[in-house]
């Protein structure tokens, strides 16, 4: 999860660093650090816990400049946040390495290495690389071949960026399970966990395949994959701009997600319907004969795109009368499935890199089940390379912490799937037609449901002293409240939890007095009235209720109960819908709360480690 980027050029390249850790700082913000080869081939660094912008204050206060350097901004895994476990890590004063992912082996490499005479100066698995590679240099090799027998020593994931002072004008990048990426410029290249961070300086990238090293200078790059072998990654053009990422008019990054998602979505289904009907070519080459065996659904994910399986399973059985099930890809890694053969599996991640969901998908694959599908929103990503289909979000860059735009995108990709199924099941071609029509209405609905925003925003005035809330919701709206729960959690530190309202006297209910908000979604369907009477539960025992209930379902502010209603929505889109007003609760609350809404405690964007 920690963010790498690396610059070899003819001019200072500590600008390029600072700016590209900024970019990355999604991917962790425990400590950063850089490390340069100045003209006097010395090996500089800096390291400082917190953020970057205490790493750019540390640089104004001792400046160091160099042409050839790497940079990181951390997100812990082996050992606390420290300067001392900072990256880069060095080994005396000749080797400077940054890394992502987990060394699982890196214990017995310690022990071997204390045994050779090393002095260890952190806690983390990283110094054994910079040990290893400084030993095979001192064997003779070169630093290509110095980190391509480390990288053959190391079990686990990783993306790597190493400099020697050796070869002052040399990057050596190295992956595996872990995203890199080279940047193009004009006689100068660069490497970085994520294109965001780079396109200030270029807009022409090569993406590094599993196995790949690159050995990289101002003006030459030759990768090799991992027989060994000179290969020809293809050069892409990124359509993304330079300020693409930035806030713009708003406080965080979060709250500009929030605003996107009308965008995002009329993004997300442009040129993939047509006269009414999903086109199977919006899922890639082969979709066709692909979907046309499917029995099945099987999806597995984490977190929010979880949560965005969960609600598909509901529209799968319900609309395309698919059997769907929906599974946390860190669970099913670890037991033994049963494969499938006539299910299609799909994988939901926002980065594509997601380590729990891209090695579930690896081990369906294996087992033998069906064909794949990935949904994500990066085109170059580890899984939508994996997979047999994909079918691409299009959200643009989401650097809050907290997913917002990538969840709705998902939804709208997977019910482009349910429909894609549901037409080759039986489902009647006015259903289709009625449905592509009202993913089409979505932007404009939204834009609707964000006009709330200034009442949600009174509202969350409501919340500043709670430490708890429960999050009710039935049928396909169970999996929003869970997301709304897991949204209030990440970013005001508020403990929720999310229930599927009829379970409420199966225990919950014995959470609920004056001092629990209990937070519900009410659309008007047909479990509209099994809701209000588990809403009644709720008031008997004096708790706080706030409803975001469609304006024509009858709900009425009462005695602690706060309605806030929604324009009236179609039952299939409507877990998209509620999702929005749960989105601004969250945020508003941490601000109140005053929490980093952008970057919450312990958390980072993209989970590329186990």
Known sequence: MCGIIGAAAERDVVPILLEGLRRLEYRGYDSAGLALIDDSNNVDRIRTVGKVAELENAIKQNPVVGKTGIAHTRWATH??????????????????????????????????????????????????????????????????EAVRLTANDLHGAYALGVISNKEKRRIIAARRGSPLVIGVGIGEHFIASDVAALLPVTQRFIFLEDGDIADISRDSLTIYDVNGEVVDRPLKISKLSADAAERGKYRHYMLKEIFEQPRAIAETLEGR???????????????????DGVKGVHIIACGTSYHAGAVAKYWLESLAGVPCSVEVASEFRYRNAIARRNSLVVAISQSGETADTLAALEEAKKIGFGHSLTICNVPESSMVREADLSLLTRAGPEIGVASTKAFTTQLVALMLLVIALGKRNGMAAQTEINLVEQLKSLPARIENVLKLDDEIETLAEFFANKDNAL??????????????????????????????????????????????????????NELLEKLKSNLQEVRARGGELIVFADEQAGMKVEDNVRVITVAPTDDAIAPIIYTIPLQLLSYYVAVLKGTDVDQPRNLAKSVTVE
């Open 79 to 144: 050992g606390k946040p420290s300067q001392a476990n900072a990256h880069p890590h060095v080994c005396r004063k000749t080797v400077a390495v940054v890394h992502n992912g987990i060394i699982e082996n890196h214990e017995l490499l310690r022990k071997s290495q204390l045994e050779s005479g090393h002095a260890f100066t952190s806690e983390t698995d990283t110094e054994v690389i910079v040990h290893q590679v400084y030993d095979y240099q001192q064997q003779g090799k070169d630093l290509l």
């Open 471 to 524: 999050f009710l919701g039935r049928g396909a709206q169970y999996p929003v409240a869970m997301e709304g729960a897991l949204k209030l959690k990440e970013i005001s530190y508020i403990h929720a939890e999310a229930y599927p309202a009829g379970e409420l006297k199966h225990g919950p209910l014995a959470l609920v007095d004056s001092e629990m908000p209990v937070i519900a979604v009410a659309p008007n």
């Open 273 to 291: 319907t047509s006269a009414g009907t999903v086109l199977d070519a919006a899922f890639g080459h082969g979709a066709k004969e692909i979907l």
